[in-house]
């Protein structure tokens, strides 16, 4: 898995942005969205701390500046702690490790100050990919999972960004197993990729220019060229800033068509955000919107212009202004058909829209409070009949997570709270009917980020209650709660853990209604170094069913609180670093401490 949904910063950051079905852009490592998982968090469709920075939410802070000094902590004598992995785990690499994310394929990526970036597969088998100090080169801020690949930046510059270190441009490497080795992928790259869900195809924002590197191009690559003809800018001179506050880039694959939304650099300024389609060998441009809304992927609740299907037929596009009309259009570019006008959100809640895999229909909420829904025919043109699904009297304030049948949703009419950034209220809905069961009612509670809604089945939501705030050693904000799971098909709630558990997360493995989760969250204590390696806590893994109202099965105690479940749902890789245990750190490595994998029970 990647990050955790309820790390926030400073301030409460668990709305998901207006957001559309697809997943696929990264600068960082980070959680997966509505759709099998490509990266993007910015269109994550979870009440979460997905905040549309990409990948930013690790549960380390984002300009973490690498392994702590082991000669820096708090507590203890180190003779005191004891690392137990689970029977039957392979050590990976000892000492204290940042694990930096794990591929779609399943090799985890990890750093260390000696080693620099290293993948290992489900079998504890390491590769070296990227050089670290002291031999010079690589930190762990620029490398991250994304697909079934691993970006890093080297021979790069940086700038401070509100007294912080960014990246400027560097050369861009892309590493997978298919490849076998790192391979450059663009030069002056800001470190921003986007890939189709089946990581065949790469987009990336290239060649940067000026001092603070504004401006540059987007180019695309079929995974199968990277190594021999390379990649092709389809976009020059555009805005490539991700921090811009209307001109920040977003670019989306529908099957083997690219759709991007930039602005030009024009004399006096820049152009308004224009949706483009891209296809066909020589990718070909089609304009599907021009003068679209503003895209700023950093804000709150945030804005985005334009939504992909998985199918390679339609997309939502959202045009500007306070009159801003929601459509949808064929990737050809013609049969723009209007779902809303204005498109928003009831005050104080989140605008959202969502396009389905297959196109059949997309989802909407509106400023009056109702929940819209669009039955979807055609392409180029397309055409769409618009109906009621939830009346504003309902007051839908904003949707948690899709099913991966995509019968049911979890939304929630209430506003967030403003401590934890979680609703009072969720709610199970049908969503050929419209009809609904309450999950939550008075209870601040939350779901696990969108791609862990429901179980992989479909068939039980899983969710949290009673959440409460956890400070955090970095300045953000952990919220742990009860664990709990409803029938989609009766509503019936099981209670697996109480909030006096402590639950922190859970993840819905494949293949049925399997859960891991881990309970008894300890947050780390504060280093002189700033943020610790791998969430800076821990917590005791389990096994679990949802069906079950019991807690199932413990087998790791006191591991760090970020864990990362195989693809198959049959392993897990997990670490130590127990100069982040709170209640007893210390200020050496600890015998046993480090990255492990092991088969599930």
Same mark, same amino acid.
């Given at each position: 898995?990647?990050?955790?949904?309820r790390?926030?910063f400073?301030?409460?950051?668990l709305a998901?942005?207006?957001?559309?079905?697809?997943?696929?852009?990264?600068?960082?490592t *980070?959680?997966?969205?509505?759709?099998?998982?490509?990266?993007v968090?910015?269109?994550d469709?979870?009440?979460?701390?997905d905040?549309?920075?990409?990948?930013?939410?690790?549960?380390?802070p984002?300009?973490?500046t690498?392994v702590?000094?082991?000669d820096?902590g708090?507590g203890?004598?180190?003779?005191t702690?004891t690392?137990?992995?689970a029977p039957?785990?392979?050590?990976?690499?000892?000492?204290?490790?940042?694990?930096?994310?794990?591929?779609?394929?399943?090799?985890?990526?990890?750093?260390?100050?000696?080693? *620099?970036?290293?993948?290992?597969?489900?079998?504890?088998?390491?590769t070296?990919?990227?050089?670290g100090?002291?031999d010079?080169?690589?930190?762990?801020?620029?490398?991250y999972?994304l697909?079934?690949?691993v970006?890093?930046?080297?021979?790069?510059?940086?700038?401070?960004?509100?007294?912080?270190t960014?990246?400027?441009s560097?050369?861009?490497?892309?590493?997978?197993?298919?490849?076998?080795?790192?391979?450059?992928?663009a030069?002056?790259?800001?470190?921003?990729?986007y890939?189709?869900?089946?990581?065949?195809?790469i987009?990336?924002?290239?060649?940067a220019?000026?001092a603070?590197g504004?401006?540059?191009?987007l180019?695309?690559v079929?995974a199968?060229?990277?190594a021999?003809?390379g990649?092709?800018?389809?976009?020059t001179?555009?805005?490539?800033?991700?921090?811009?506050t209307?001109?920040?880039?977003?670019a989306? /694959?529908?099957?083997?068509?690219?759709?991007a939304?930039?602005?030009?650099?024009?004399?006096?300024?820049?152009?308004?955000?224009?949706?483009?389609?891209?296809s066909?060998a020589?990718?070909?441009?089609t304009?599907?919107?021009?003068?679209?809304?503003?895209?700023n992927?950093?804000? /709150?609740?945030?804005a985005l212009?334009f939504?992909?299907?998985?199918?390679?037929v339609?997309?939502?596009?959202l045009?500007?202004?306070?009159s801003?009309?929601?459509?949808?259009?064929?990737?050809?570019g013609?049969?723009?058909?209007s779902?809303?006008t204005?498109?928003?959100?009831?005050?104080?809640?989140t605008p959202?829209?969502y396009?389905?895999?297959?196109?059949?229909?997309a989802? /909407?909420t509106?400023?009056?409070?109702? /929940?819209?829904?669009?039955?979807?025919t055609g392409?180029?043109?397309?055409?769409?009949?618009?109906?009621t699904?939830?009346?504003?009297?309902?007051?839908?304030?904003?949707?948690?997570?899709?099913s991966?049948?995509?019968?049911?949703?979890?939304?929630?009419?209430?506003?967030?709270?403003s401590?934890?950034?979680?609703?009072?209220t969720?709610n199970?809905?049908?969503?050929?009917?419209?009809?609904s069961?309450?999950?939550?009612n008075?209870?601040?509670g939350?779901?696990?980020?969108?791609?862990?809604?429901?179980t992989?089945?479909s068939?039980?939501?899983v969710?949290?209650?009673?959440?409460?705030?956890?400070?955090?050693?970095n300045? *953000?904000?952990?919220?742990v709660?009860?664990?709990?799971?409803?029938?989609?098909?009766?509503g019936?709630?099981?209670t697996l853990?109480?909030?006096?558990?402590?639950?922190?997360?859970?993840e819905?493995?494949?293949?049925?209604?399997?859960?891991l989760?881990?309970?008894?969250?300890v947050?780390?204590?504060?280093?002189?170094?700033?943020?610790?390696?791998n969430?800076?806590?821990?917590?005791d893994?389990?096994?679990?069913?949802?069906?079950?109202?019991?807690?199932?099965?413990?087998?790791?105690?006191?591991?760090d609180?970020?864990?990362?479940a195989?693809?198959d *749902?049959k392993?897990?890789?997990?670490?130590f670093?127990?100069?982040?245990a709170?209640?007893g750190?210390t200020?050496?490595?600890?015998?046993?401490?480090g990255?492990?994998v092991?088969?599930?029970?």
């Amino acid at each position: 898995m990647y990050s955790r949904f309820r790390i926030a910063f400073p301030f409460a950051l668990l709305a998901p942005l207006a957001a559309g079905c697809g997943s696929n852009s990264s600068s960082g490592t *980070g959680d997966s969205g509505g759709k099998p998982d490509t990266g993007v968090t910015h269109h994550d469709a979870g009440v979460s701390n997905d905040t549309g920075t990409p990948k930013h939410d690790t549960g380390t802070p984002k300009h973490d500046t690498g392994v702590p000094s082991q000669d820096t902590g708090t507590g203890g004598d180190a003779g005191t702690i004891t690392v137990t992995p689970a029977p039957g785990s392979k050590m990976i690499a000892s000492g204290i490790i940042q694990v930096l994310g794990k591929t779609n394929d399943d090799y985890l990526v990890f750093y260390d100050a000696t080693q *620099g970036v290293s993948v290992a597969d489900k079998t504890g088998t390491v590769t070296q990919i990227a050089k670290g100090p002291p031999d010079g080169g690589l930190g762990p801020n620029f490398a991250y999972a994304l697909g079934n690949f691993v970006f890093f930046t080297v021979n790069y510059t940086t700038h401070s960004v509100s007294g912080q270190t960014e990246l400027l441009s560097g050369d861009l490497m892309v590493w997978s197993h298919t490849l076998g080795t790192a391979t450059k992928l663009a030069s002056k790259a800001v470190g921003q990729a986007y890939i189709a869900t089946d990581s065949s195809y790469i987009a990336y924002l290239d060649n940067a220019t000026g001092a603070t590197g504004t401006y540059g191009n987007l180019g695309v690559v079929a995974a199968a060229d990277i190594a021999t003809t390379g990649g092709t800018d389809v976009l020059t001179d555009i805005v490539i800033d991700t921090s811009s506050t209307t001109c920040a880039p977003i670019a989306e /694959f529908s099957k083997t068509t690219l759709v991007a939304s930039a602005c030009q650099q024009i004399d006096g300024g820049n152009s308004p955000p224009t949706v483009t389609a891209f296809s066909g060998a020589a990718w070909t441009p089609t304009v599907l919107l021009a003068s679209a809304g503003p895209v700023n992927i950093s804000a /709150f609740p945030g804005a985005l212009n334009f939504a992909v299907d998985t199918a390679g037929v339609n997309a939502l596009v959202l045009g500007s202004g306070a009159s801003a009309q929601l459509s949808v259009v064929g990737l050809g570019g013609t049969g723009l058909t209007s779902l809303l006008t204005p498109f928003g959100a009831i005050a104080n809640g989140t605008p959202y829209f969502y396009l389905s895999n297959a196109s059949a229909f997309a989802l /909407f909420t509106e400023p009056s409070g109702a /929940f819209g829904k669009a039955t979807i025919t055609g392409q180029d043109p397309t055409t769409a009949t618009v109906t009621t699904l939830v009346p504003a009297t309902s007051k839908v304030f904003g949707v948690a997570g899709i099913s991966p049948d995509e019968k049911y949703d979890v939304d929630y009419n209430t506003a967030l709270d403003s401590s934890t950034g979680s609703p009072s209220t969720l709610n199970l809905r049908n969503i050929a009917t419209g009809t609904s069961v309450p999950l939550l009612n008075n209870a601040i509670g939350n779901v696990f980020g969108s791609t862990n809604t429901f179980t992989a089945d479909s068939s039980y939501v899983v969710f949290t209650g009673d959440l409460t705030a956890v400070p955090q050693a970095n300045g *953000g904000i952990a919220s742990v709660g009860s664990l709990q799971t409803a029938a989609v098909a009766t509503g019936t709630i099981n209670t697996l853990v109480p909030a006096s558990g402590k639950v922190w997360d859970s993840e819905s493995l494949a293949g049925g209604t399997k859960l891991l989760y881990n309970q008894n969250y300890v947050t780390g204590p504060t280093l002189s170094t700033g943020a610790l390696p791998n969430g800076g806590a821990t917590a005791d893994l389990y096994t679990a069913d949802a069906a079950m109202a019991s807690p199932g099965t413990l087998f790791i105690t006191g591991a760090d609180a970020n864990y990362y479940a195989t693809s198959d *749902g049959k392993s897990v890789f997990y670490s130590f670093t127990q100069l982040a245990a709170g209640d007893g750190g210390t200020a050496s490595v600890v015998a046993g401490d480090g990255v492990y994998v092991v088969a599930l029970p």
